[in-house]
């Protein structure tokens, strides 16, 4: 949380726009885990905005932790005229230095609604007391859904697609959507002139491509066998991964490790989709 806040308010300090992308490739080439990875870049496409605690609830959660009476909560945030600015400056403390990874607050504010409210406040508590000042004003934007990306999505797949392009240790691939179960779809490559099932996967998939998907997969449905249904092959969408390995108990004989669906592409046809045997040179590449 502390690099992606960091990150944050690098970029609203960068009135350039090379240099704005030249801080968020330098941040996604650095950054040490790919599940912080794939939340930053939910969040900077302004696709995580879901609230967590309403504002007269945080007022209170704020009320309880400072020992500061409700008035002088409002009184606050009427000076500085807006909420989690003025709460984030009574709630911070200066001896606060700690770190919470941004996947874990990320999941953790995508709980079931019905959690009490006794619940978030507990967790809100522990997290204040945690971060320094500037992870925390992020995380109180985020905990009231009001967080608002400093870049734009122009810039954003910009430095994505140089990412990717430039780390030799990712490959990119053009998939199909092929069968889709509750929680996972299944992605296909050509062989010869047969559609072959590559990768399952809903890694980088965020909730509104989440409802766009299941509305075509309502319009597009051929057959389904039990909780899986196979879909009419119309929707491309780019897989990057790490490497290749051999699984000869699957059809396509291979297995993608770290899969990680990318985009989806709009205007690309069937016959843009790779070919198997093209994914089986990166066999060699990584000496399987």
Not at 57 to 62: F, P, Y
Not at 113 to 118: A, K, T
Not at 188 to 217: C, F, N, Q
Not at 228 to 254: C, D, H, M, Q, T
Request: include cysteine; aromatic fraction near 10%; proline fraction near 4%.
């Amino acid at each position: 949380m502390n690099l992606f806040s960091q990150l944050h308010f690098d970029l609203l300090a960068l009135p350039e726009r090379n240099k704005r992308i030249e801080r968020l490739h330098g941040y996604f080439q650095t950054i040490p885990d790919e599940r912080d990875r794939h939340r930053a870049e939910q969040l900077l496409r302004n696709n995580a905005r879901k609230r967590f605690i309403q504002y007269d609830e945080l007022r209170s959660c704020a009320s309880e932790y400072t020992g500061l009476p409700l008035w002088l909560i409002e009184e606050s945030i009427q000076h500085t005229g807006n909420v989690t600015e003025a709460i984030t400056l009574l709630v911070r403390s200066g001896k606060a230095n700690g770190a919470i990874a941004l996947h874990e607050i990320m999941q953790r504010l995508h709980i079931p609604e019905e959690i009490s409210l006794q619940s978030k406040s507990h967790y809100i508590k522990s997290v204040w007391e945690t971060l320094p000042a500037q992870a925390l004003y992020l995380f109180n934007k985020l905990i009231t859904g009001s967080y608002r990306s400093p870049v734009s999505k122009t810039e954003l797949e910009q430095t994505l697609q140089n990412n990717i392009s430039s780390s030799p240790s990712r490959y990119l691939i053009k998939t199909v959507l092929l069968y889709a179960s509750r929680s996972e779809y299944t992605f296909a490559v050509w062989k010869d002139d047969l559609l072959i099932p590559l990768v399952k996967t809903a890694a980088g998939i965020v909730s509104g491509e989440h409802i766009e998907i299941r509305r075509y997969i309502a319009q597009n449905t051929r057959e389904q066998f039990g909780p899986v249904v196979s879909v009419n092959p119309g929707l491309v969408y780019e897989v990057a991964f790490e490497s290749v390995e051999r699984a000869y108990r699957r059809k396509s004989g291979i297995k993608l490790i770290s899969p990680w669906i990318v985009r989806r592409c709009d205007n690309a046809s069937l016959d843009e989709v790779d070919q198997l045997e093209n994914i089986y040179s990166y066999l060699e590449d990584n000496k399987c």
